[in-house]
Every structure is written in C-alpha cells, then in structure tokens.
C-alpha cells in the first residue's frame, strides 16, 4: 500500500506547488512563481519515475498526474500572463452587480487580460491529447506543457534585465502579450517533432541534449535568469534543426 502511494505523494507535491505558484502569480511574487513551478516540474518527473520503477503505475495515478499538470502548467502560466496584461498597462474595469434580493458587488478584472488564460486552454489540449496517446515514441510531439509553462514563468526576468531594458517596451505591450500566448498554444499543440533528453538513439543522441545544455549554461552567464525562458526557446530552435535536417 505505502509502495503504491508514493508516486501519488510526488503528484500531490506537483498540485500543492501548482496552487501556490498561481498565488505568487497573483500577486506578483513572479520569482517565487517561477520557483514554484520548477519544483512543480521537479515532483511531476519523479511521480512517473517512481511509478515505473516500482511497477505501480495506474490508471488513477495517470489521470491525478495530468490534474496537477493543468495547475503547474497550465493555470499558473495564465495566471501570469494575466498579470503581465496588467501591467502592461491594458485597462481594468469596474462591472457593478446588483440583484433584486439586495446583494451588490462590484466585478473588477482586466477583459483584454483575460486572453492570458487562453495559455492555461492551449495546455489543457495538449494535456488531453497526451493522455489519449497509446502508443510511446522516442521523441515529444510539440513542446511539452512543462517546458512551456517554465518559458512562460521566465518572461518577467526577460523584461526586467537591465541589458534588455532598451526592449522593454517592445516586450511589455498587449501586442507582443498576444503574440506570445498565441505562439504558447501553437508551439504545445502542433506536430512537430521535438527531442527527449533522454538518450534513445545510440551515441547521437548526445549530441543535441549537450548543444542545449552548452547553449543554456552560456545564456546563464550572459543574462542570468534569463535563461529560464531562452533555454527552451533553445530548445525548440534546435529541435526544429534536428528534425528539418534529419540529423
């Protein structure tokens, strides 16, 4: 019993870190989000990998597993990009409710904003394709809702570093906003072949792995936590290169 539930305390640690990284989402605490969400990523890749190794992988652990994920990766890169259309500066307004039984309230949000959450939809479907997938392939089909909720988490270190300040206003506008929300959902839902880290190819397989690896250790040292978000830009820039030029 104590076995089976292992892989079941690492998915709830999963959830747990979810629901706080939206609170620090929330309130613009972004550098504990993007914390959070990493030890989200951490405890998601031991929950299956203790799942495997002890031969207790379920039906109900994969359906819990992808629960937290839709948190981690989907609600609270939403809950960012919302906070990030705020800032931008788009305009939030005041809906007054009033009912005939004498209870009144005031509805306070950002409409525009709202399109930030279209990141936790693009998420939710790439989950739900995932889980309807039979059989395993020795690559990942799209960018990964992991990978791309760690993306998004990174973009205020993009807009904060003082190098880049010279592009922060071309970075920080609705538009650009939009762009990337759009470009999230595209990159999670589309068909492209993207490489596992894992080595499943023979020697070769080294080689992209190390090139990201080199290539995001060399970001760190320029531009810090920069890195976060351009790492997995990497990522997908040499994927395409892999599997354009079938190397």
Same mark, same amino acid.
């Given at each position: 019993?104590? +076995? +089976?539930?292992?892989?079941?305390?690492?998915?709830?640690?999963? /959830?747990?870190?979810?629901?706080?990284?939206?609170?620090?989402?929330?309130?613009?605490?972004?550098?504990? $989000?993007?914390? /959070?969400?990493?030890?989200?990523?951490?405890? *998601?890749?031991? @929950? &299956?990998?203790?799942?495997?190794?002890?031969?207790?992988?379920?039906?109900?652990?994969?359906?819990?597993?992808? =629960? $937290? *994920?839709?948190?981690?990766? &989907?609600?609270?890169?939403?809950?960012?990009?919302?906070?990030?259309?705020?800032?931008?500066?788009?305009?939030?307004? *005041?809906?007054?409710?009033?009912?005939?039984? *004498?209870?009144? =309230?005031?509805?306070? #949000?950002?409409?525009?904003?709202?399109?930030?959450?279209?990141?936790? !939809?693009?998420?939710?479907?790439?989950?739900?394709? #995932?889980?309807? !997938?039979?059989?395993?392939?020795?690559?990942?089909?799209?960018?990964?809702?992991?990978?791309?909720?760690?993306?998004?988490?990174?973009?205020?270190?993009?807009?904060?570093?003082?190098?880049?300040?010279? #592009?922060? @206003?071309?970075?920080?506008?609705?538009?650009?906003?939009?762009?990337?929300?759009?470009?999230?959902?595209?990159? =999670?839902?589309?068909?492209? +072949?993207?490489?596992?880290? +894992?080595?499943?190819?023979?020697?070769?397989?080294?080689?992209?792995?190390?090139?990201?690896?080199? &290539? $995001?250790?060399? /970001?760190?040292?320029?531009?810090?936590?920069?890195?976060?978000?351009?790492?997995?830009?990497?990522?997908?820039? !040499?994927?395409?290169?892999?599997?354009?030029?079938?190397?």
């Amino acid at each position: 019993m104590i +076995k +089976k539930s292992i892989p079941h305390v690492f998915t709830s640690m999963n /959830l747990l870190a979810g629901c706080l990284a939206v609170y620090f989402a929330f309130t613009h605490q972004f550098n504990a $989000a993007l914390l /959070l969400v990493l030890l989200g990523v951490f405890f *998601d890749f031991f @929950d &299956g990998f203790f799942a495997r190794i002890l031969g207790v992988e379920s039906k109900l652990g994969v359906q819990l597993d992808s =629960m $937290a *994920d839709l948190i981690t990766s &989907g609600f609270a890169p939403g809950a960012l990009m919302y906070q990030l259309f705020v800032l931008s500066g788009v305009k939030i307004i *005041d809906y007054p409710i009033n009912t005939s039984s *004498d209870i009144s =309230m005031v509805l306070s #949000f950002a409409p525009m904003a709202l399109l930030g959450f279209s990141v936790t !939809l693009g998420a939710a479907f790439r989950l739900a394709r #995932f889980n309807l !997938l039979e059989e395993t392939y020795p690559f990942f089909k799209g960018l990964p809702a992991p990978a791309n909720a760690i993306m998004i988490m990174g973009l205020p270190f993009v807009f904060q570093h003082p190098n880049l300040a010279i #592009f922060k @206003d071309y970075f920080m506008n609705p538009v650009s906003l939009m762009i990337c929300c759009f470009l999230s959902i595209f990159l =999670m839902n589309i068909h492209w +072949k993207m490489f596992s880290l +894992k080595a499943n190819e023979g020697m070769r397989s080294f080689l992209f792995p190390v090139l990201l690896i080199i &290539g $995001a250790t060399a /970001l760190f040292l320029l531009y810090g936590l920069v890195a976060i978000s351009g790492a997995i830009i990497l990522y997908v820039v !040499l994927s395409s290169i892999k599997y354009i030029f079938k190397i």
